[in-house]
């Protein structure tokens, strides 16, 4: 099962197919560019001018340098880390000198081995550069940091499950008391898996497992009030998510979106996986929250969005937003988009 510290040790480069590693670094190799030409350049508009030229040059270089390391990523990766880091400085150094040469070939410029070998050890030097910031930037954010930052984030989950279930169990006690001595059993299951290591991503069927079970003890306080809608289809039960990626979001549901409305309503979810994505649609009816709803609400959305990045970087996104409908009513409604490879960055 992936982790945050099996991933870090068996990493010794970026993962190239990851889209924050991409955009940081176009953004990095075109801010060096930019420096060089406001090194070269006398004024403000000639920089300009010479970074135009540059960036036309440098763009189709950067794509294909990131679309050959992204095909490249598995076999680079079980390479020794300083073989590895040498092999993408030459892909690099390579790669502008022999877009140099069709450049003067196709312009029917003159060219020279000066250029050529100059074009080389510019892109080499950028390369050690990018490769030595991202580096840099995984030390500081280093497994550890991360581990502990994940545990901290869940542990502030589970103290609201409790209380929440807890409650739940308390209702039954006088009314049913063996109902409510087989919820206390499945709250002790559920809590084995709460407890689970944080860094550990999970399969999506385990997840859902645990999102049903505590809907159930929900429904014993809540009665007719909650149901639940689910649209899974053709979903595999061993894709890795985060653990306790949905739970908290239907806590929210059941909070704000059930508990205030005398009659209820129903809370709809549904995944589906769209090539290498993971789409998970989570809907609820709405009324006008006040003050502390409102405040929670933003809370544990807040708290999943903070884990997805510290899982996934930029590839992962959650999007909420509240709609009208039709007949009048409003729902809230959340997307959860997840890269399904289980990848780190």
């Not at 499945?186 to 079970?213: S, T």
């Not at 998510?241 to 909070?255: D, G, S, T």
Request: with cysteine; proline share 5%; glycine share 6%.
């Amino acid at each position: 099962m992936a982790s945050i510290k099996q991933n870090a040790q068996s990493r010794p480069l970026p993962d190239f197919r990851n889209a924050g590693v991409v955009l940081r670094i176009l953004l990095g190799v075109n801010l060096l560019a930019l420096l060089a030409a406001l090194v070269r350049s006398d004024g403000l508009l000639a920089c300009l001018q010479d970074y135009v030229t540059m960036a036309a040059w440098l763009q189709p270089l950067l794509l294909f340098n990131l679309a050959a390391l992204a095909l490249l990523g598995g076999r680079l990766q079980g390479l020794a880390p300083w073989s590895a880091r040498v092999l993408v400085v030459v892909l690099a150094a390579t790669s502008a000198a022999m877009l140099s040469l069709l450049w003067a070939f196709l312009t029917f410029d003159e060219w020279s081995w000066q250029g050529l070998v100059r074009a080389a050890l510019l892109a080499a030097t950028a390369a050690a550069c990018m490769l030595s910031y991202l580096t840099l930037r995984a030390s500081a954010l280093s497994p550890a940091l991360i581990e502990a930052r994940l545990q901290s984030l869940t542990a502030r989950i589970r103290p609201h499950f409790l209380f929440n279930s807890l409650t739940a169990v308390i209702s039954l006690i006088r009314l049913d008391p063996r109902r409510a001595e087989t919820a206390l059993e499945e709250l002790a299951d559920l809590f084995r898996a709460l407890l689970r290591d944080p860094r550990q991503l999970v399969p999506i069927g385990d997840e859902l497992a645990l999102c049903r079970q505590y809907l159930d003890l929900e429904k014993l306080r809540l009665g007719e009030r909650l149901q639940v809608e689910w649209s899974s289809d053709d979903l595999p039960a061993d894709l890795l998510v985060p653990p306790l990626l949905l739970q908290p979001l239907l806590e929210n549901a059941v909070y704000h979106g059930i508990e205030p409305v005398a009659d209820g309503g129903t809370i709809r979810v549904a995944l589906l996986r769209r090539a290498d994505e993971l789409h998970i649609d989570l809907a609820n009816p709405t009324s006008v929250s006040h003050g502390e709803h409102a405040r929670g609400n933003h809370m544990a959305l807040d708290n999943i969005e903070e884990r997805l990045a510290l899982y996934y970087d930029l590839e992962a996104r959650l999007d909420t937003g509240e709609v009208r409908l039709a007949d009048g009513s409003r729902e809230y409604r959340v997307h959860i988009v997840l890269p399904c490879g289980g990848r780190w960055r």
